[in-house]
């Protein structure tokens, strides 16, 4: 399928991102594809350094002309979150990812790409592995767990890197260059369940949340689509009010860094009470529908019959984990008031499991002021004393600041005007980078800057890549590279 490819002078790339695509690399499931890189390096003679963590180094020394020029680090991760949709076949502990050319874009069938952040690998491959492209000293560095947590990145060991430029490819929107991004916490609220016998003149009932787009739960946050969890929250808070209902189960969202889009809700209730159960559905769908006509308007509110459950939460269990689901913060916090739209603060309740003794309720906590994200941290911890659950905090990281002073930047700019004949954008992003992490192991002393092609939907389903953006972001890559001296 990529043959179509072959007059690209990113073709190279492509082919690598192919064969990558071939290995299993959900996070925490890296082992294969770091093994696969440190093989690329021995193949090509590079000296590579694989770590516990799984990251991998690779360095290549400059070429003719350039062996004294300062080194420059480019830097993705190999991981990729793992959705599909529900009449999808495929095992990402071992399928492969199929790709299909459509236009301008490259999509995968019915699972996410991987181009967030396979493209990125791919382009450090073709460089390293070309004999004719011109560049300074290279330090590949590709991380493990960067959309867990940054895992790998959190492991990094600073001795084994001397550049101080580093060129983060993990951005996604072409001409768009990132100098600042925000720190993150993973929060998960711990509520202990306890179980009763299921009453024998209930019936059991399964209702769904279908439908919604859902997305990076930093980079789309800004367009309030409609969260799963909190939509199943609100309708469960008010069925309570009208009926007699018992909850065996809830489950909702797949990423707790992904906007979830679905959520499975096992609930049962007397047959005296299913008209009200299903008025109570059509109403609650029509209320989502008409509030998300535009953002998600293929969101759907269904119940249907499901097979006997013989255990469920006490009643007192049961409010807990509806009340904590509806009052846990969601969404935009805070707004910059320096850069204009740039979302400040935010929190994701991306994922909701019943497991065998609790239900946790897993969120992703963001901000570029320190102090912002702690204060959302604080909120959470207020709720889990007020329902009397745990709460634990994970895969703490930190912002990156905006750096005034930075030569990498205006090396870039002019590049992007020289090429293009106008001037690219400085931004921020309301993501966790690993530029954040990484600058904080240096304390200060990286000038980065973070830059990638158009990919849209990342960490969906229909995640899909522009094929010509990738093809002028290679471009622009390699002039950086040689201006680089």
């Not at 990402?92 to 199929?98: A, S």
């Not at 469960?236 to 018992?246: M, Q, T």
């Not at 759907?300 to 006490?314: N, P």
Request: one cysteine or more; a negative charge.
């Amino acid at each position: 399928m990529l043959e179509s490819l072959k007059n690209l002078n990113s073709y190279e790339a492509f082919k690598y991102f192919k064969e990558m695509n071939q290995i299993p690399r959900g996070s925490g499931n890296e082992k294969a594809v770091s093994d696969w890189l440190v093989a690329f390096a021995k193949k090509h003679n590079l000296e590579v350094i694989q770590d516990e963590a799984l990251n991998v180094i690779i360095k290549k020394p400059g070429t003719k002309g350039y062996e004294n020029a300062p080194t420059v680090i480019l830097q993705g991760h190999m991981d990729m979150v793992c959705e599909k949709n529900l009449d999808t076949v495929h095992d990402f502990e071992k399928d492969p990812i199929k790709f299909i050319v459509d236009g301008d874009f490259l999509r995968a069938d019915g699972t996410t790409l991987g181009a967030d952040d396979g493209i990125a690998v791919a382009f450090c491959l073709a460089i390293l592995a070309s004999d004719d492209i011109p560049h300074p000293p290279l330090e590949v560095l590709i991380t493990t767990e960067e959309e867990t947590g940054m895992g790998g990145a959190i492991a990094v060991d600073p001795k084994n890197l001397s550049g101080r430029y580093l060129i983060n490819i993990d951005s996604e929107e072409e001409g768009k260059l990132l100098v600042s991004c925000a720190g993150g916490v993973r929060e998960l609220i711990k509520l202990p369940i306890k179980w009763e016998d299921a009453p024998y003149d209930y019936v059991t009932y399964l209702v769904k949340i279908r439908g919604l787009k859902g997305g990076h739960s930093g980079m789309e946050i800004n367009k309030y689509r409609g969260n799963s969890n909190k939509l199943m929250a609100r309708f469960l808070n008010d069925l309570e009010s009208a009926i007699d209902f018992k909850v065996a189960s809830l489950n909702g969202g797949a990423k707790m860094n992904a906007i979830p889009r679905e959520f499975d809700a096992v609930i049962l209730v007397k047959d005296e009470n299913k008209v009200a159960l299903e008025e109570k559905v059509k109403e609650w769908n029509a209320i989502f529908k008409n509030e998300l006509q535009a953002q998600d308007p293929d969101v759907s509110l269904t119940f249907e019959e499901h097979e006997r459950v013989t255990k469920v939460f006490s009643d007192e269990t049961a409010s807990k984990a509806i009340m904590t689901l509806l009052i846990i913060p969601n969404g935009i916090q805070t707004m910059s008031m320096a850069i204009e739209g740039l979302v400040e603060s935010s929190t994701n309740i991306g994922v909701v499991t019943t497991e065998e003794d609790k239900i946790v309720f897993e969120s992703a906590l963001r901000s570029s002021v320190k102090t912002l994200k702690y204060e959302i941290a604080e909120r959470g911890k207020a709720i889990a004393k007020l329902v009397g659950a745990e709460i634990e905090f994970l895969s703490d990281y930190p912002e990156w600041q905006y750096n005034p002073d930075s030569k990498l930047r205006e090396i870039c700019l002019k590049v992007y005007k020289d090429m293009y004949g106008k001037d690219a954008q400085i931004d921020a992003i309301h993501a966790g980078l690993e530029c954040g992490l990484l600058g904080d192991k240096f304390n200060g002393q990286l000038d980065m800057i973070s830059m990638g092609p158009n990919l849209y939907d990342v960490h969906t389903p229909d995640e899909h890549l522009s094929i010509s953006s990738a093809e002028r972001m290679w471009n622009y890559l390699i002039e950086v590279l040689k201006e680089i001296k």
